[in-house]
């Protein structure tokens, strides 16, 4: 339970909001490499924590993520000409480069010099891993690159999607961190999707429905453990890292991809669910890209020409009461990715926590919930930078292994929990 | 047409909810298993709290032998007030059971508390309290002797986190 005053505390991101000052302490992924493909291509407009913006990428393959509106009228330069190191508007010609700065205003002499005197904002956008990412925060505070493994490996082992998720992100991030519902949820997955079946794992997940949780504060985040009984004394542990503010991994399962999340508010109503799948060590293979472009695993297939799901509220999620009789399904709802998508929506657009009745289980949440108000406290009144920023905080991974009961996993896992170039996860 | 769906998600809908307390008032009992957690424990008792009450395990009080059930167990427990009360009754009269521990310090009185639980089938949700100067090999030895007793065990650094979970919890 959340009183309202805390739930819109943590809810809200736009600027000037204690959250949203958070989060813009932060690099977020704004947009996929390939909403960009090459220099001059056609801008792109996007929302991210309330504010509108559009990214481009000039002549020289140069990326700029600037204040969307032109400033003569505030015409959308979405509408705008990439041409020649600038996006010209289309309205009376008003040239800017990828920081925003006004170039030229045909109507005024270039002598004047009126154009310098003219900058819209703009925040950096970076390339890494498939992802363009933005900061946008104060630019003395700029932190380094982010160092997240998904986006350091080679991009034949990585694989990353998006899909618009319509509620506030922090209902769709509780989800990644909340692993107690995927017994039943996502049961019907286990055994059929390509990209979860088959781990040896996967039994001990379908045996014991109620794990027994661990939670502890890691530097960056939190590591929560869910473990259930394994044969020979031992303990079957799936371990999810949460690193703040909205980086959650899903633990592994065989040797598939390792997979998770992030969720970055586009406004208080709706949020981005970024789903990445990235190997340590080894290429992605053609039937492991092909099922995640078909939708598999915690993918999702589109309404063509958009990162909208197929499956969305205006078609009822293409409910099929028949597989949910039978077991296919547990909700109805096919596909891992809009089995949480649909449920979180069905919240409304901003859950409302003040009716909610937690139980022990939760501690997960709870505990994100405390450390992010804590944080974004802490960062307003006395400055300090949050867990999280820092990017060795980023190099944590999922892991699912056996451990002999009496080992604790921060210990029994340690190596397992730490990114490590060229080692294969550690996984069952 | 508009789908039923999307019809009903918006935040206008959300208006319609049906306003009524959906669930009633929980008895959390909070035993703190050492004297730092005793500490803590109460400085929490002096906020108001609507179904939690706290105690002491009075194995660190008094000659109570840690892990020892067939004795003493009808005076297992301290309210804050210093009177002996009856562990088992506590525990049936709960809705579930929280115990402290302070990292390091001994935490094997949690194994009569969680027979209790075995008993009336309660949930017990443990929270290790590292504080100042625990080592990481004082919170493993805390995990390890509360790990088979848990169905929930959190590492907490900050101890503000105990309010904030019994809030959440309503409690
Ligand atoms: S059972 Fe968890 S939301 Fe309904
Ligand atoms: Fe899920």
């Given at each position: 339970?959340?009183?309202?005053?805390?739930?819109?505390?943590?809810?809200?991101?736009?600027?000037?909001?204690?959250?949203?000052?958070?989060?813009?302490?932060?690099?977020?992924?704004?947009?996929?490499?390939?909403?960009?493909?090459?220099?001059?291509?056609?801008?792109?407009?996007?929302?991210?924590m309330g504010?509108?913006?559009?990214?481009?990428?000039?002549?020289?393959?140069?990326?700029?993520?600037?204040?969307?509106?032109?400033?003569?009228?505030?015409?959308?330069l979405?509408?705008?000409?990439?041409?020649?190191?600038?996006?010209r508007?289309?309205?009376?010609?008003?040239k800017?480069?990828?920081?925003?700065?006004?170039?030229?205003?045909?109507?005024?002499?270039?002598?004047?010099?009126?154009?310098?005197?003219?900058?819209?904002?703009?925040?950096?956008?970076i390339?890494?891993?498939?992802?363009?990412?933005?900061?946008?925060?104060?630019?003395?505070?700029?932190?380094?690159?982010?160092?997240?493994?998904?986006?350091?490996?080679?991009?034949?082992?990585?694989?990353?999607?998006?899909?618009?998720?319509?509620?506030n992100?922090l209902?769709?991030?509780?989800?990644?961190?909340?692993?107690?519902?995927?017994?039943?949820?996502?049961?019907?997955?286990?055994?059929?999707?390509?990209?979860?079946?088959?781990?040896?794992?996967?039994?001990?997940?379908?045996?014991?429905?109620?794990?027994?949780?661990?939670?502890?504060?890691?530097?960056?985040?939190?590591?929560?453990?869910?473990?259930?009984?394994?044969?020979?004394?031992?303990?079957?542990?799936?371990?999810?890292?949460?690193?703040?503010?909205?980086?959650?991994?899903?633990?592994?399962?065989?040797?598939?991809?390792?997979?998770?999340?992030?969720?970055?508010?586009?406004?208080?109503h709706?949020?981005?669910a970024?789903?990445?799948?990235?190997?340590?060590?080894?290429?992605?293979?053609?039937?492991?890209?092909?099922?995640m472009?078909?939708?598999?695993?915690?993918?999702?297939?589109?309404?063509?020409?958009?990162?909208?799901p197929?499956?969305?509220?205006?078609?009822?999620?293409?409910?099929?009461?028949?597989?949910?009789?039978?077991?296919?399904?547990?909700?109805?709802?096919?596909?891992?990715?809009m089995?949480?998508?649909?449920?979180?929506?069905?919240?409304?657009?901003?859950?409302?926590?003040?009716?909610?009745?937690?139980?022990?289980?939760?501690?997960?949440?709870?505990?994100?919930?405390?450390?992010l108000?804590?944080s974004a406290?802490?960062?307003?009144?006395?400055?300090?930078?949050?867990?999280?920023?820092?990017?060795?905080?980023?190099?944590?991974?999922?892991a699912?292994?056996?451990?002999?009961?009496?080992?604790q996993?921060?210990?029994?896992?340690?190596?397992?929990?730490?990114?490590?170039?060229g080692?294969?996860?550690?996984?069952? | 047409?508009?789908?039923?769906?999307?019809?009903?998600t918006?935040?206008?809908?959300?208006?319609?909810?049906?306003?009524?307390?959906n669930?009633?008032?929980?008895?959390?009992?909070?035993?703190a298993?050492?004297?730092?957690?005793?500490?803590?424990?109460?400085?929490?008792?002096?906020?108001?709290?609507?179904?939690?009450?706290?105690?002491?395990?009075?194995?660190?009080?008094?000659?109570?032998?840690?892990?020892k059930?067939?004795?003493?167990?009808?005076?297992?427990?301290?309210?804050?007030?210093?009177?002996?009360?009856?562990?088992v009754?506590?525990?049936?009269?709960?809705?579930?059971?929280?115990?402290?521990?302070?990292?390091?310090?001994?935490?094997?009185?949690?194994?009569?508390?969680?027979?209790?639980?075995?008993?009336?089938?309660?949930?017990?949700?443990?929270?290790?309290?590292?504080g100042?100067?625990?080592?990481?090999?004082?919170?493993?030895?805390?995990?390890?002797?509360?790990?088979?007793?848990?169905?929930?065990?959190?590492?907490?650094?900050?101890a503000?986190?105990?309010?904030?979970m019994?809030?959440?919890?309503?409690?």
């Amino acid at each position: 339970m959340l009183r309202k005053e805390q739930n819109d505390y943590l809810t809200q991101t736009d600027p000037g909001t204690p959250m949203g000052d958070l989060f813009r302490c932060y690099w977020m992924p704004a947009l996929l490499s390939e909403e960009l493909p090459e220099a001059d291509c056609p801008p792109v407009r996007l929302k991210l924590m309330g504010e509108r913006l559009v990214a481009f990428r000039d002549s020289e393959g140069k990326l700029g993520l600037i204040d969307e509106f032109c400033a003569h009228r505030g015409v959308s330069l979405w509408f705008g000409r990439n041409e020649e190191c600038g996006l010209r508007c289309p309205y009376h010609g008003w040239k800017f480069d990828v920081n925003g700065q006004c170039m030229d205003v045909p109507s005024e002499p270039a002598e004047s010099g009126y154009a310098k005197k003219v900058k819209l904002k703009s925040y950096p956008l970076i390339e890494k891993g498939g992802v363009l990412w933005t900061y946008m925060g104060p630019p003395e505070k700029q932190p380094p690159e982010p160092e997240y493994e998904f986006c350091t490996v080679p991009l034949n082992q990585t694989f990353m999607s998006k899909r618009l998720q319509e509620t506030n992100w922090l209902q769709a991030m509780e989800g990644g961190i909340d692993s107690s519902h995927v017994s039943f949820l996502h049961r019907g997955d286990l055994s059929t999707d390509p990209l979860f079946k088959g781990a040896a794992g996967n039994k001990y997940n379908m045996q014991d429905l109620s794990p027994v949780f661990e939670v502890i504060e890691s530097e960056g985040g939190l590591l929560i453990g869910a473990r259930r009984n394994a044969e020979d004394d031992q303990y079957y542990w799936r371990i999810t890292p949460w690193v703040m503010p909205c980086y959650t991994g899903v633990p592994p399962r065989g040797d598939h991809p390792m997979h998770g999340h992030f969720w970055v508010p586009i406004d208080d109503h709706s949020c981005w669910a970024w789903s990445y799948d990235y190997h340590p060590t080894r290429a992605l293979t053609d039937h492991e890209v092909d099922s995640m472009k078909a939708g598999k695993g915690i993918h999702v297939r589109y309404v063509p020409g958009t990162y909208r799901p197929l499956a969305n509220k205006d078609n009822d999620y293409l409910m099929d009461r028949e597989a949910q009789k039978a077991g296919r399904t547990f909700s109805g709802v096919e596909g891992i990715g809009m089995q949480d998508a649909s449920l979180q929506e069905s919240m409304g657009p901003i859950c409302d926590r003040s009716k909610e009745n937690l139980v022990s289980t939760d501690n997960g949440i709870i505990m994100a919930r405390h450390r992010l108000m804590r944080s974004a406290k802490a960062l307003v009144e006395k400055g300090v930078i949050p867990p999280g920023v820092d990017p060795e905080h980023h190099k944590v991974r999922q892991a699912a292994l056996l451990l002999k009961r009496d080992v604790q996993y921060k210990d029994g896992a340690k190596e397992a929990l730490k990114a490590k170039q060229g080692v294969r996860q550690t996984s069952v | 047409m508009q789908s039923e769906s999307a019809r009903v998600t918006t935040a206008q809908e959300s208006r319609f909810r049906v306003q009524y307390p959906n669930s009633r008032q929980r008895a959390v009992k909070v035993i703190a298993l050492d004297p730092p957690s005793a500490e803590m424990i109460d400085e929490l008792a002096k906020k108001e709290w609507k179904g939690a009450t706290f105690f002491r395990a009075l194995s660190f009080a008094s000659d109570a032998e840690p892990g020892k059930t067939d004795a003493g167990l009808s005076a297992w427990l301290n309210d804050l007030a210093g009177r002996a009360l009856d562990l088992v009754s506590e525990v049936a009269s709960s809705d579930f059971i929280v115990v402290v521990s302070a990292a390091g310090e001994d935490a094997r009185s949690v194994s009569v508390i969680a027979d209790a639980c075995t008993a009336h089938h309660k949930t017990l949700l443990a929270i290790v309290v590292p504080g100042e100067g625990a080592s990481d090999a004082d919170v493993s030895a805390s995990m390890g002797h509360l790990r088979p007793y848990a169905r929930m065990l959190v590492i907490a650094h900050d101890a503000d986190y105990i309010t904030a979970m019994l809030t959440a919890l309503r409690a």
